[in-house]
């Protein structure tokens, strides 16, 4: 049987987003060419989760990300999103 696919959340940015956490992490992934045993290694991720990440078969959890980050040398930072237009409440 396939793997379900989830819906993505209204706050989820699209799966296409250039600047999503997943993409960014992805890109320098790719950019390095870093396999994912390596990676695995370096992490303490199981290879084959990072693999289907990459694949783009499956998300990686927030503290996934800080140990791929890490393993990187990359540093995950909160940036302030605006707050949407519309009319004030009350």
């Known amino acids: 049987m396939p793997p ?3 819906k993505p959340r209204p706050t989820d940015p699209p799966r296409g987003s250039r600047h999503s956490l997943s ?6 992934i790719a950019s390095r ?5 390596a990676l695995g290694r370096d992490s ?3 290879a084959t989760v990072i ?3 990459m694949a783009q078969e499956r998300d990686i959890r ?3 990300a800080d140990k791929l980050a890490a393993a990187l040398g ?3 930072v909160e940036v302030a999103m605006p707050k949407p237009k519309g009319r004030p409440k009350g």
């Not at 993409?23 to 320098?28: D, F």
């Not at 060419?33 to 045993?37: F, S």
């Open 33 to 37: 060419q870093i396999t994912a045993y």
């Open 74 to 76: 990359l540093r995950l």
């Open 51 to 53: 693999a289907r990440f």
């Open 4 to 6: 379900t696919k989830t």
């Open 23 to 28: 993409n960014q992490i992805r890109e320098v």
């Open 62 to 64: 927030l503290e996934t």
């Open 44 to 46: 303490g991720v199981d």
